[in-house]
């Protein structure tokens, strides 16, 4: 029979013992953990919806692993690379439970490091436990927020635990996506109230003072104005120089902001320029500089449509759709560029990389955490096409390549 040595031991005990510690504080502090994002100055931000709270963890600079020399795939024939294989049991594993009972709500890199973290709910139901995960250099591990500064401030009025027509909770919806910009998040949400869609606008370091602002906007689909259903998911940005709120709602329209309109107590009209298509819910919405064109775009991924590019110039320059007319289905508006990028969370790595957590191609009940190259967000290692074939023209050259060991 197998006997572990001492040392052996004694490390095993103090890894239990350590994450025991780490999964205590989470769940003492957080009540429950989604959206996040990284701020300056090495802070990560989580939304805590039960609670109603977003949660500031001011990490040392030297607490980041640095993932520069992770290996990501060969960009030059598309091909991506697994970094996690089956990422939710290896979390699963981590946190002692069946991969069912695991749920990944969110994911962000931090910037400098390359280092990817996931939100994540041990658990379901209202006793699930919040749980923080980083990625370093393939291993899954617990984000030690014991190392980091810890406050928190209240976005303010959030629903009561009432459901919607098909039983989701509001609670859940209280925020649904942090950004920060120039010193200040800005935290989308539902409120209270009949102008319940919610932006909340709050300063770093935290002082209690909020501002929110009511957003009405014309949804093209439903063919009225709309002051409840939240903003999804958003990027800030300048468009011919002014800071710029970009938000993709449920259902889904996409609309433009100009920051300066978010001042405490605004009922704001956001000016609706796309319809991303109905039957459909945004997930992420990322920015970035194509590597091929240097022109800026933004990137949406959805539940069920391909993800849509968009070019910043266009959404500087888009008329609004009108208001009052009848029902448009989309995709209409702004220009858009259908994308092949299958994920449940997507952020950007570096400029020429983004990561992705998908289903894997050979068996949907499990999730890979996967490099995607720009600039089409794609990886042709899962399909089959006609340059595939030994005999067939190849077009690209990729066959001057060996195909990737995976």
């Excluded at 994002?37 to 030297?62: E, R």
């Excluded at 509001?170 to 409120?191: K, M």
Aim: hydrophobic share 45%; net charge negative.
């Amino acid at each position: 029979m197998f006997k572990f040595g001492k040392l052996a031991v004694l490390s095993f005990t103090w890894t239990l013992m350590s994450s025991g510690a780490q999964l205590a504080y989470s769940a003492d502090v957080l009540s429950s953990a989604g959206s996040m994002t990284f701020g300056a100055d090495d802070v990560l931000f989580i939304g805590d919806t039960k609670a109603g709270m977003v949660h500031a963890f001011d990490f040392a600079p030297d607490y980041f692993n640095d993932q520069a020399d992770v290996f990501l795939g060969r960009p030059e024939t598309f091909e991506a690379w697994t970094l996690v294989k089956s990422i939710d049991a290896e979390i699963a594993a981590l946190l002692g439970v069946h991969p069912y009972d695991v749920l990944i709500n969110d994911m962000v890199v931090h910037g400098p490091s390359q280092q990817i973290f996931l939100s994540v709910s041990r658990g379901v139901g209202p006793d699930a436990t919040p749980v923080i995960v980083q990625v370093n250099k393939g291993s899954v591990e617990l984000a030690d927020l014991t190392q980091a500064e810890h406050s928190q401030v209240s976005v303010g009025e959030i629903a009561d635990d009432e459901k919607l027509e098909f039983g989701q909770s509001v609670r859940d919806l209280s925020i649904t996506d942090i950004d920060f910009y120039n010193g200040e998040i800005f935290v989308a949400g539902v409120g209270t109230g009949d102008f319940a869609s919610k932006l909340r606008r709050i300063k770093y370091p935290f002082d209690g003072e909020v501002s929110s602002s009511s957003i009405e906007i014309w949804h093209a689909v439903h063919a009225q104005f709309e002051t409840r259903a939240p903003i999804i998911s958003q990027e800030i940005r300048e468009l011919n120089g002014v800071p710029t709120m970009i938000a993709a709602y449920a259902c889904t329209p996409l609309v433009r902001i100009p920051l300066s309109e978010l001042n405490d107590g605004a009922r704001v009209r956001g000016e609706m320029i796309g319809e991303l298509g109905y039957g459909n819910t945004p997930i992420d919405m990322i920015s970035y500089t194509d590597p091929m064109d240097k022109n800026d775009y933004i990137l949406v991924t959805n539940t069920s449509r391909s993800a849509k590019r968009i070019a910043l110039d266009e959404i500087a320059h888009a008329e609004p759709m009108p208001t009052g007319v009848d029902a448009n289905f989309g995709p209409a508006g702004v220009s858009q560029f259908p994308m092949p990028t299958e994920a449940l969370h997507l952020d950007m790595l570096n400029p020429y990389w983004s990561v992705s957590i998908r289903r894997n191609m050979d068996d949907a009940r499990k999730m890979d955490l996967v490099s995607i190259p720009l600039p089409f967000f794609l990886d042709r290692a899962p399909h089959v096409v006609e340059m595939n074939f030994a005999s067939a023209p190849d077009k690209f050259g990729f066959r001057n390549f060996e195909v990737l060991e995976r």
